[in-house]
């Protein structure tokens, strides 16, 4: 695992799902590491985890085990992230925090590094990860913004239950068995397991993900909108977005409708600026009924966009339909991918 050219890596929430991802990730892309630092809560520490071939044994996070450690990834939940990012940054650190506690600071730069890279040089210390619905989107709009402008977006998600955590899985397999076997069941987790009340996911879809804002918008629906807005740095860009959670364990599904900003662009053409975009895989033949479901996606880091269509009405306006697993490039890969770029452009 010693590389003597590394960097000192911490994990911070390291036993949780992302955390898991992240270091299979690390693992997977042979980042460069000379010391490896994993966190979590109390609970979880003790708890001894493989790291390319060797075990490594969680700590509890404080803001001394920090020292020496030259980029941290947290996955914990946004009041760890707000506690202890400082910390790490006074200590030396470079802070990728994949929680919102951190998205809308003017001052912290959102990022995917295949959309707004550059905004990297900026960072003070903390670089936020955007939410997982976001990235998926934005990954696929920008080659096309870039070229066409972009007016107008408006997109309905399609989100699996791992977003909510893994007790959230558990009560939806839970639910699909009891309900299979005829035998009854208490909602305990989804939409929200801090609100007054909880719906079975089994069969069943919520219209609700995150609280309601007093617009009637969720926070998640906010969150995209207002993070679409400044990973892209179109203010004033038209964004509307209405998120639903579906029995899916892993993947997440959208339908976009977007609305160029000029130019005669056809759905052929669109296709060829997708199909050699980064992070995008273009998996669009209705002839053959080619298209992206979170079935196929589960594993892998890019995202996939099919179903790409003009809108019959606005010459403008065109449809298509992108999935990505939200556990990759929704949250472990974008944050190893900050990393890789901080060294790429020699920040850290």
């Not at 003017?106 to 210390?125: C, D, W």
């Not at 696929?140 to 007790?167: D, F, M």
Request: one cysteine or more.
């Amino acid at each position: 695992m010693v590389k003597n050219n590394g960097l000192h890596i911490a994990v911070v929430g390291a036993t949780g799902a992302v955390g898991q991802q992240m270091l299979k990730t690390l693992e997977e892309r042979n980042f460069p590491i000379s010391k490896l630092t994993l966190l979590s809560s109390e609970r979880s520490a003790g708890k001894k985890i493989l790291f390319n071939g060797e075990e490594i044994e969680v700590q509890v996070a404080k803001p001394e085990m920090f020292e020496g450690v030259n980029i941290a990834l947290f996955s914990a939940g946004g009041s760890i992230s707000k506690e202890l990012a400082p910390e790490a940054v006074k200590r030396g650190a470079i802070v990728v925090d994949n929680t919102s506690a951190f998205r809308m600071d003017e001052n912290v730069p959102l990022v995917v590094p295949e959309v707004n890279e550059e905004a990297l040089r900026e960072h003070n210390g903390i670089i936020a990860n955007p939410n997982c619905s976001t990235i998926q989107m934005v990954v696929a709009l920008e080659p096309i913004r870039k070229l066409y402008g972009l007016n107008k977006v408006i997109v309905s998600t399609y989100q699996a239950v791992s977003g909510a955590g893994a007790a959230a899985i558990n009560e939806m397999k839970e639910q699909t068995k009891a309900i299979l076997d005829g035998n009854e069941f208490k909602a305990n987790i989804l939409p929200v397991k801090g609100d007054k009340k909880h719906y079975q996911i089994a069969f069943n879809a919520v219209p609700q993900i995150d609280k309601f804002e007093e617009n009637g918008f969720t926070f998640e629906e906010m969150k995209m909108i207002n993070e679409t807005k400044k990973i892209m740095d179109m203010p004033q860009l038209q964004v509307a977005a209405t998120c639903v959670r579906l029995p899916i364990e892993t993947g997440h599904s959208e339908s976009v409708y977007f609305e160029i900003e000029q130019g005669s662009l056809s759905v052929a053409e669109l296709k060829e600026i997708l199909k050699s975009s980064p992070g995008v895989v273009l998996e669009d033949n209705p002839a053959e009924q080619l298209y992206p479901m979170p079935a196929n996606c589960v594993g892998k880091n890019d995202v996939f966009v099919g179903r790409i269509r003009k809108d019959l009405d606005n010459e403008l306006g065109f449809h298509m339909w992108v999935v990505s697993d939200n556990l990759l490039k929704g949250a472990a890969w974008n944050s190893v991918q900050i990393a890789e770029s901080l060294i790429k452009l020699g920040l850290v």
